[in-house]
């Protein structure tokens, strides 16, 4: 079952990085709270269309699971993404790259600060190596780059987003006992709630942008259905096969994909360190899976 978290999660960070792109894509036809908002509610009403059955079955355990069910999609979807779209208006696409790469490690500390869970050498060492490969995208070759980040509020969001999803994908282990289909539904219908309030400020500051063209609508077509839907549910299954630390470093895949997309859909230029950057990820996760614990 292992290779099947193996590609469950590297699908899941091809998405993501897909993401990326068309959050460029959306400037100017969708703003980013409006997008927030409708992205879960598409995502939660399409999964809900294919599961009806099992949501009813399982209603009883979301009736008394509604708090905790709340705070895993206002901290894990809501919360992520707000920090994200607002730190990205006062801050570099670089430095926050850069500040993302520390999730995986994020994940690890807080594993070990609340369970004691320890990492081999190895798991480590392949931290340390994806950690570098995106180092080289984010720096465009140029790591000397990475020395002269200047951090500003912009940072801290951004920070403030490593921290909501690291927290999130610890606290997977205590979910409660649903089919992941109504977990999913479940967690994006906590995420809608969130993210009223957050669109109504938006809006009152005048600064909501709700789709009107093509390029809105399809952005919030794809962000609903692949980032917001797809990919959740399969890093969520990713996580119950190979555990949050494992599973984590693959989210440093995301810059390498988000370059690749950019380049194919936003015709950006492809360079040579883009390569060196993917075989740099690559070989990490791989060494932080053979360097797994004997117990994991």
């Known amino acids: 079952m292992e290779w099947q978290a193996y590609l469950l999660l590297t699908i899941t960070a091809l998405l993501w990085g897909g993401n990326m792109t068309a959050g460029k894509l959306a400037v100017g036809h969708v703003s980013p709270m409006v997008l927030n908002f409708l992205r879960w509610t598409m995502a939660a009403i399409v999964l809900s269309l294919f599961s009806a059955p099992q949501l009813r079955k399982d209603w009883p355990v979301v009736r008394r699971n509604w708090p905790a069910i709340l705070a895993f999609g206002a901290v894990g979807y809501t919360g992520y993404n707000a920090f994200i779209y607002s730190g990205l208006k006062l801050t570099s696409a670089i430095n926050v790259s ?75 282990r205590w979910k409660p006992p649903l089919d992941w289909r109504v977990m999913v539904i479940s967690f994006c219908g906590g995420a809608v709630v969130a993210s009223v309030p957050l669109m109504l400020l938006e809006m009152s500051a005048g600064a909501a942008i709700f789709p009107h063209d093509a390029i809105g609508f399809g952005v919030v077509i794809y962000a609903g259905l692949f980032p917001s839907l797809i990919s959740q ?47 740099l990820v690559i070989s990490g996760i791989a060494l932080a899976q053979r360097g797994k614990p004997k117990t994991a």
């Open 233 to 279: 549910a399969f890093f969520i299954r990713g996580v119950d096969v190979i555990g949050a630390n494992r599973a984590g470093i693959f989210i440093n895949l995301i810059p390498v994909f988000g370059t690749i997309i950019a380049v194919l859909v936003l015709g950006e230029e492809l360079a040579g360190f883009h390569a060196i950057a993917l075989v």
């Open 98 to 172: 850069m500040i993302q790469a520390i999730l995986p490690f994020c994940i690890l500390a807080i594993n070990f600060a609340l369970f004691r869970t320890r990492s081999t050498i190895m798991q480590m060492s392949g931290f340390l190596l994806t950690l570098a490969g995106v180092a080289t995208v984010v720096s465009q070759g140029e790591l000397r780059k990475v020395l002269h980040l200047d951090l500003n509020l912009g940072d801290l969001l951004a920070l403030a987003a490593a921290l909501c999803y690291s927290g999130y994908t610890v606290a997977l």
